[in-house]
């Protein structure tokens, strides 16, 4: 009797331990897992956080001002990436007024420390470029002493979407090699109308004709 009770007591004690380890096996698991997810999250925020960043542009591109002709406006600034530039009409000095929600649809053209905006192609010229620093603490670059921006409607190079448009209480231009605000007003759309099949038509059509 005395046998089969140590034979039961040694079973248990072996299923405690094989338990434990079970156990142990599943927390190192998930310790590992924590580890390896860890690096993933941290690379997901940094993409995400370079991705708004002056820092997320190769280097040749960050602070580069260009310019190129765009009718009907004529040569104007354009950044690195060939993205129409503005400034606004409400920066009377050299400090940006464009903040929060302006700021997030109106673009500031950004550099990073240590970084000064470089003239480029088409006529711009260095001596007009600087920067300012926003009450955030970033760089924005200027021209003739105006705060550069992008618009976020602009999809790709060579739209001006911006033009003239009065928006957070100020007209929004794009700007010319001098540093100077362009008026000229956005080319307006084609009219569009209906045509009879007759019209432009003269005379009686003889048989067989085709129009």
């Known amino acids: 009797m005395k046998s089969n009770t140590r034979a039961v007591t040694a079973m248990a004690a072996a299923a405690l331990c094989a338990v434990a380890l079970a156990g142990c096996s599943g927390s190192d698991s998930a310790s590992e897992s924590a580890r390896e997810e860890a690096p993933a999250e941290a690379a997901a925020s940094a993409s995400m956080s ?9 280097t040749e591109l960050e602070g580069k001002v260009n310019a190129k002709e765009l009718a009907p406006y004529g040569k104007i600034l354009v950044n690195g990436r060939k993205r129409t530039l503005y400034l606004f009409a409400a920066d009377k000095t050299k400090e940006s007024t464009c ?33 300012i620093t926003r009450t955030d603490n970033t760089k924005q670059v200027t021209y003739n002493g105006h705060p550069l921006y992008t618009y976020k409607a602009d999809n790709v190079p060579g739209e001006a979407r911006g033009q003239d448009l009065t928006e957070f209480g100020a007209k929004w231009y794009v700007v010319d090699t001098a540093g100077n605000k362009v008026t000229t007003p956005p080319p307006s759309a084609s009219p569009t109308g209906t045509m009879s099949p007759t019209a432009g038509m003269t005379g009686t059509p003889s048989p067989g004709a085709s129009y």
Do not use: H, I, N, Y
């Open 50 to 58: 370079m991705s708004t960043s002056p820092s997320a542009l190769p």
């Open 99 to 131: 903040m929060g929600d302006c700021a997030k649809v109106w673009r500031p053209v950004l550099v990073t420390s240590g970084v000064e905006p470089k003239a480029g192609t088409g006529g711009v010229k260095q001596s007009l470029l600087s920067t």
